[in-house]
């Protein structure tokens, strides 16, 4: 077995700017944590990319991580979640936690929404792979769950932010039959929360809208209590590296952080 050190960071992936509301959430939960943040932008969005693919990313940037000597790795990206964690995992082995942002988010809905009627928006990756429908059988809380695939949406925050074209795409997706009398509804992919309150505005806030963020940060903040990691005197460090820099990219790192950020390129694919 590895002996970690509570300095050494945590390791941060996603395929773009969505990942960062999970980095935030984490950076405010633990913020003399040190954070090393990798934004495949090469390949964005995940979503619409073959299993494979995904594993054979996944892989690349947690061996990076790795190399950072990251004592914990978040995957936060469903459609990475769904699609690697159980390689990531078997990959990293004893050199690093691996945490997802499913598992954390399961255990929520577990506790706090039983016996209700719970919608899911995400890409078509995390809504084929049925990933939640299977955890959240398993639970047997007398949940009905349903899904709908809304793969232009990360695409469109990534290259548009929060404008009126999402307010159209969301007017479309949103609409649709699947997700009528909802009780819940779950944002299933990490940049969805960039548009959350586009979301409750839709359904005139007369639903529960879940966003991941500050429950997988919670999660991330137990587990390092329960391996004896917590960095209590870190100074918060923050690293974001970036497989092909793009000016959305940049703009979004300063929309979810007020300090100045320090964007590095690096080319895992060259």
Not at 80 to 100: D, G, R, W
Request: aromatic fraction near 8%.
């Amino acid at each position: 077995m590895i002996k970690h050190s509570a300095a050494q960071p945590i390791g941060i992936f996603d395929s773009g700017i969505g990942g960062l509301t999970v980095a935030r959430a984490i950076v405010n939960h633990l913020p003399s944590e040190n954070i090393i943040y990798f934004g495949d932008t090469a390949h964005m969005p995940y979503g619409d990319k073959s299993t494979s693919a995904i594993q054979a990313y996944s892989i690349k940037i947690a061996h990076m991580l790795l190399q950072q000597h990251c004592k914990l790795i978040v995957i936060a990206c469903y459609s990475a979640t769904s699609a690697a964690y159980e390689l990531v995992k078997e990959y990293v082995a004893s050199k690093a936690i691996v945490m997802n942002v499913i598992d954390p988010m399961v255990h929520y809905i577990h506790a706090n929404h039983a016996q209700q009627r719970i919608g899911l928006i995400g890409t078509r990756q995390t809504v084929n792979s049925n990933v939640y429908k299977k955890k959240i059988d398993k639970l047997n809380r007398n949940i009905e769950l349903t899904s709908l695939a809304t793969n232009l949406l990360a695409s469109a925050i990534e290259e548009f932010g929060n404008n009126n074209v999402i307010d159209s795409l969301l007017n479309e997706y949103l609409s649709h039959p699947t997700l009528k009398n909802l009780d819940v509804l779950i944002l299933a992919c990490t940049h969805y929360p960039v548009v959350k309150k586009n979301i409750s505005r839709y359904f005139k806030d007369k639903i529960t809208i879940i966003d991941p963020s500050d429950i997988v940060a919670h999660a991330v903040k137990q587990r390092l209590i329960e391996d004896n990691l917590l960095n209590p005197d870190g100074i918060g460090t923050k690293h974001f590296y970036v497989s092909d820099y793009t000016e959305a990219f940049a703009a979004g790192t300063k929309t979810f952080f007020a300090d100045e950020i320090n964007l590095e390129h690096y080319p895992l694919w060259d």
